[in-house]
């Protein structure tokens, strides 16, 4: 196989910024800084060559570079992309310059090793998109908790040890069985070849030949670790009180990318490698999507803190991605996928914006606040708008992944019940209730507190230069999807058809 | 003259607000005079609308125009097939129609707002968003697709949303807002619902491929029950978009906003999408569906006109009998009078936009002053709008020379040929009903402000006639209302272009035994032909023709028992009011009070969700989250016994063992004396035990 060291040099690029920032002086504070931007610009600029050289019309891994690294367990450093996946690298690298460059004013304390901790798990991130090697997959899934378990424990809020203890121990104990099973599957794969392996694309072929009983513990073990991490109702609350507790950037890297591994595991090990116990339990787990769907809209509505509010509304949004996967329809998974991307701007969008008349007043209590919309009119426009794209409205990209996931889930043959899609849909109705009480107790109304006058302003040039972007791809994803879902489509083709190859007892 | 043209200009017209709507949004803050840009794009749409209105109508009468792309596409799905997602626009004659009439009321009302909202605090912006509102608006005209009328129709409640927030500082107006979005969205996932029906069988959002789909007797999912769900179900979106009960509550809150946007959204074009949305899936009612939205349109109807009775606030009674007249519509779709529903949507169109600016022009001149108990005697001071809002309440009265005469007349015996086919008589008795009520509290409304004595003279002293840009406006939508633009006969509203040539009613293409027998037309079984000239069956029409006369008599009669009992009442005063609603208290209280409605609602739906929202989140605090505590504290809990095994059993054994060895150790350390003596007695003391012990002798 033709190698290719792309991404691999996108891969080491933020793993060697990371370590070439801790020679920096740790009072140069602006230079690691242009450092930490310039080194996520970097890696964002060999996402897009990959972007450009990459052929959507295939459904096969591309850019794959594999180095045997284990030689005794056959395990390799074994990286590529399909459509999915780059699309979320992608996702990835155009956060992470944006997220170095919101926190500019607002984290002093200990930057060297800020902007160590937000490469490095940049770098984490991008491993977990990019395996094709399940073990290797695996290091990645696991070492990027620790910059992320930093970014809240030691530049959080106030209950920041309880939430980065939370984050960290619920998600490790979730992966623990990933791991049994990873070593499972290896095993098996011994028995049955007589070659040890972790190479995924060989599992695809290896897995669905597990007995049906035993499968189902394998997806379990699988699902439950992937689940955590969306967070699948009743698995999500580490969520808001990590959310709280986190800096904007850390919130906006949990709400726009880290969360997405875990429908990314949907996706690239769920669903191919178990097929048949996906099939038998995606009604099961598309009612706890839905659940998730209502039950996050609705708590929600009740918060008294922005940042909850919005962690709350991740939970129903991610229970339509969860939705859209294991409907297992081509529109549902496109949807599903661009759902990620989408979650990920939004709600990146909207804790950004909370970041910044945080940054300002230090609060985050929705009853400080009233009547902004008089003092920060721009700023209050751009909340509007993203308000609007996380409640679904047509043109904005929100409306484009929930469209495509309720019209899959219709019609989808493995759910074959369309009461999934009636109540998924009435969550669309308590999106508009929270988001827009909210908008209205932020912006609407008389100025409340005379504080307020004295604080806020409106945005600066950097925050613009940050949220524009993020708008601009709101927009585009609205009106013209083709662009991304085009990206996608063989390969979320390719994973519907391996799944219906075996299972074609369930399609009919 | 070509299609392409006609297409092109549509476009034109379509995109034009959006750039309006940019450009003054992004620049206005900086060039204040832009609104005169926003103003200037308006006309030039409006002018493009009626060339394609006239080109339409003369050179393509009968022939539709479309063109349409694709959005998304999937190919290939597995077991699927693929799948094509189209956006497009088509062109009939009541899009046509419609164009016209959207872009003439938005185009006054622009002209209108630019005194009327004189020295505004968000002027530039109001007027973008004028702008975004027409353009969406006009994308529901034009689309051809089920799905594009979505994507309009959710955008359209967007800039409803903005509009009514305008003066967001007004709790109430923010509060109104929201609520118009909400109640809208309600009704918005049904449709989307139903959308998703028709998808999922016909994988199309294409009005046409489903209609034609279905006159081949290729129903949902073989149903006839998927059927008539599906069009109940999109029906929803206008029972939330035109205000229909229950979901009407959004509106007469939405007076909120600007009264220009009163008179443009909440009268005569965003409510009419939901009219208009039935009118495009008309063909695909199917019996039950129909009977459905005709209970649905004459109950509203008659709910908000005995709602707008009592009513005091100028705008609000307005409000309820906008919702009424909607009901009419809705309930004419709903008995087959296809036609006189659309045609009473222009009609309406302009007499409510006329009665809307007219009040508009009231509130201005009174300073803000929307209580019609304060008002009297304007006519004098105010002789413009106090002749253009009597001739637009006769026409909405149903007086005859009106064009509301000939639209509701037309409906009237719609109903009645509908109760005299399949015995719901119930559904005239209350459109007969409404017509009364409705000439009455208008007739309540024009006396109380414009005529007897000012009841409020230093307001009444300072009132003033409005300008010419606000004026003009109200005297070419006045004029509008007069029937000679519609008929040349007064009393025989089919004798004219509009329902002779331009407006046919399509014949439906479900099953025929899902079909009321009278849509059936009995001639042939031709049902493949999309948009026959048929009318109706033979039936049905000689029905209309024996409800014509009757229907026309007692209209014109309760009508003016309407009006007589509001002159009685307020003018000459020969029925005391007050004295009267003291007698029927309960009734008076129900009907000022919106038959509590809000209240119903508050209590159960709104403290429903919000208590059980709050309680979720109890349970998220308490259980699932007490869950995850509760684990962590087990953990601890048995890291802590482990340690106190450690520290006393494992720990303790070695402690022990050490401390044994030592007490072993100590206890022998006396012997060690040092004293050779002692050592010699040990020595023998073991010799004789050993020899003892061992008996060696």
Redesign the interface.
């Given at each position: 196989m033709e190698q290719n060291l792309l991404l691999t040099y996108l891969l080491f690029t933020p793993i060697i910024g990371s370590v070439l920032v801790l020679f920096i002086k740790q009072e140069q504070k602006n230079l690691i800084r242009w450092f930490g931007v310039l080194i996520a610009s970097v890696a964002f600029v060999i996402s897009l060559i990959v972007y450009f050289n990459f052929d959507a019309s295939k459904s096969e891994f591309q850019f794959i570079h594999q180095i045997v690294w284990i030689q005794s367990l056959n395990v390799s450093y074994y990286i590529g992309v399909d459509g999915i996946s780059l699309l979320l690298v992608l996702l990835t690298t155009f956060l992470t310059p944006l997220t170095l460059l919101s926190t500019w004013s607002s984290i002093e304390n200990n930057l060297k090793m800020f902007t160590f901790s937000i490469l490095f798990l940049e770098a984490g991130m991008l491993g977990v998109f990019l395996s094709l090697d399940i073990f290797l997959f695996y290091v990645f899934w696991e070492a990027m908790l620790i910059p992320m378990y930093f970014i809240i424990g030691i530049w959080g809020g106030e209950r920041r040890i309880y939430a980065s203890i939370k984050f960290f121990i619920f998600t490790m104990a979730g992966s623990l069985l990933m791991l049994v099973a990873i070593i499972w599957l290896a095993v098996y794969a011994s028995q049955l070849t007589g070659k040890f392996t972790t190479n995924l694309i060989e599992l695809y072929k290896i897995a669905p030949t597990i007995t049906q009983q035993i499968q189902g513990w394998m997806f379990g073990a699988f699902f439950l670790s992937f689940a955590i991490k969306v967070p699948l109702f009743p698995l999500h609350t580490w969520l808001p009180d990590a959310h709280v507790e986190a800096p904007t950037a850390g919130s906006v890297i949990l709400a726009g990318v880290l969360l997405k591994m875990g429908t990314y595991g949907l996706v690239r090990y769920c669903l191919p490698l178990f097929p048949q116990s996906a099939v038998q339990f995606a009604p099961l787990i598309s009612v706890l999507a839905v659940i998730g769907i209502i039950y996050g809209a609705l708590v929600s509505m009740v918060q008294t803190d922005m940042k909850k509010l919005v962690a709350y509304s991740s939970v129903s949004h991610l229970g339509f991605v969860v939705l859209g996967t294991f409907a297992m329809t081509i529109e549902s998974v496109q949807g599903a996928v661009i759902q990620m991307v989408n979650h990920g701007l939004s709600t990146g969008a909207l804790f950004l914006l909370v970041g910044v008349i945080y940054e300002r007043t230090h609060r985050r209590d929705i009853a400080y606040y009233g009547g902004i919309a008089k003092i920060v009119p721009v700023y209050s426009t751009a909340l509007l708008i993203a308000s609007l794209s996380s409640i679904g409205l047509p043109g904005l990209n929100g409306f484009i992944g929930e469209f495509l996931i309720l019209l899959g889930s219709f019609k989808s043959q493995v759910l074959d019940n369309w009461w999934y899609t009636v109540f998924a849909a009435s969550g669309v109705i308590f999106a508009a209730v929270y988001l827009l009480w909210m908008y209205q107790r932020i912006v609407f109304g008389v100025v409340k507190n005379p504080d307020l006058k004295n604080h806020l302003t409106d945005f600066n040039k950097r925050e613009l230069i940050v949220l524009i972007p993020i708008f601009v791809f709101i927009v585009w994803i609205g009106i013209y999807p083709s662009t991304f879902l085009n990206l996608t489509e063989a390969a979320s083709q390719s994973i519907l058809n391996h799944v219906s190859s075996f299972t074609f007892d369930f399609l009919k | 003259m070509t299609e392409s043209l006609l297409l092109n200009l549509s476009l034109l017209i379509l995109f034009l607000p959006l750039l309006g709507f940019t450009v003054v949004l992004f620049l206005g803050k900086k060039f204040p005079k832009l609104y005169l840009f926003e103003v200037g794009i308006i006309t030039t749409a409006f002018l493009l609308s009626v060339f394609v209105l006239f080109a339409k109508l003369s050179y393509f009468t009968a022939q539709d125009i479309g063109s349409s792309f694709t959005?998304?596409?999937?190919?290939?799905?597995?077991?699927?097939g693929n799948?094509n997602i189209e956006l497009g626009i088509k062109i009939d004659n009541i899009t046509a129609i419609m164009l016209f009439v959207v872009n003439l009321i938005s185009f006054l009302v622009h002209v209108f707002s630019i005194e009327y909202m004189h020295g505004d605090k968000r002027y530039t912006r109001y007027f973008s968003y004028l702008g975004i509102f027409t353009f969406s608006m006009l994308g529901i005209v034009l689309t051809d697709n089920l799905l594009m009328m979505?994507?309009?129709w959710?955008?359209v409640g967007?800039s409803s949303?903005l509009l009514i927030?305008h003066w967001?500082?007004k709790?109430s107006a923010?509060?109104a807002?929201?609520k118009a979005?909400?109640v809208n969205?309600?009704g918005d996932?049904g449709m989307?619902?139903g959308i998703?029906?028709l998808?999922?069988h016909y994988k199309t959002f294409s009005f046409d491929i489903i209609f034609q789909q279905l006159s081949l007797g290729n129903i949902p999912f073989n149903s006839e029950v998927w059927l008539t769900a599906a069009g109940i179900l999109v029906f929803m979106g206008a029972v939330g978009k035109s205000a229909q009960f229950p979901l009407h509550v959004w509106l007469p809150d939405a007076m909120e906003g600007p009264t220009p946007v009163s008179a443009l959204i909440h009268a005569a074009t965003m409510v009419a999408a939901g009219v208009y949305l039935v009118t495009r899936i008309f063909v695909m009612l199917t019996a039950d569906a129909m009977l459905v939205i005709a209970v649905i349109g004459a109950f509203t109807s008659l709910v908000a006109a005995t709602i707008a009775l009592t009513q005091n606030d100028i705008k609000k009674v307005l409000a309820y009998s906008t919702v009424s007249q909607l009901g009419y519509m809705i309930m004419s779709l709903g008995v087959g009078a296809y036609a006189f529903a659309f045609f009473h949507l222009v009609t309406h169109a302009f007499f409510k936009a006329c009665l809307f600016l007219g009040s508009g022009s009231v509130i201005h001149a009174m300073h803000h002053e929307q209580d019609i108990r304060n008002m009297g005697g304007l006519r004098k001071k105010l002789p413009i709008t106090y002749f253009t809002f009597l001739i637009s309440t006769i026409a909405i009265s149903g007086v005859p020379l009106t064009s509301g005469f000939l639209s509701k007349d037309g409906i009237l015996a719609g109903t009645l040929a509908f109760g005299k086919l399949t015995g719901h008589w119930l559904i005239p008795i209350m459109g007969f009903t409404v017509a009364m009520l409705t000439a009455f509290y208008m007739f309540r409304l024009v006396i109380l402000t414009f005529h007897s004595e000012p009841r409020d003279h230093h307001k009444f002293e300072h009132a003033h006639e409005s300008p010419f840009v606000m004026a003009a406006p109200l005297v070419i939508l006045a004029v509008l209302s007069i029937f000679i633009w519609y008929t040349p006969n007064p009393f025989a509203p089919d004798a004219g272009w509009f329902m002779k040539d331009w407006v046919k009613t399509p014949a439906s293409v479900v099953p025929v035994e899902t079909q009321f027998d009278f849509m059936n037309p009995s001639s042939s079984g031709n049902h493949s032909e999309l948009h026959r000239e048929i009318v109706h069956s033979p039936l049905y029409t000689e029905a209309m023709h024996w409800a014509h006369y009757p229907a026309m008599a007692l209209s014109i009669f309760l009508a003016g028992m309407g009006i007589l009992v509001a002159y009685l009442m307020y003018q000459w005063k020969k029925i005391n009011a007050d004295k009267l609603a003291e007698k029927i208290k309960v009734l008076y209280n129900f009907s000022l009070n919106k038959w509590f409605l809000d209240e119903v609602y508050d209590a159960t739906a709104i403290s429903g969700?919000?208590n059980?929202?709050?309680f979720?989140?109890w349970f998220?605090n308490t259980i699932?989250?007490g869950a995850?505590n509760g684990t962590?504290w087990l953990g601890r809990f048995f890291s802590k016994l482990s340690d106190m095994f450690d520290t006393y059993i494992v720990d303790g054994f070695v402690n022990f063992s050490a401390f044994f060895s030592g007490f072993i150790g100590l206890s022998f350390k006396r012997l060690q004396t040092g004293k050779v003596q002692t050592y010699i007695v040990f020595v023998v003391f073991a010799v004789i035990i050993l020899l003892l012990f061992f008996k060696p002798f």
């Open positions: - | 959005w998304i596409s999937m190919s290939a799905a597995p077991l699927l799948i979505y994507i309009f959710e955008l967007l949303y927030g967001f500082e709790k923010a509060d807002a929201k979005f909400i969205r309600i996932i989307f619902i998703l029906i998808f999922t969700t919000t059980f929202s709050k979720l989140s998220d699932i989250d995850v962590a």
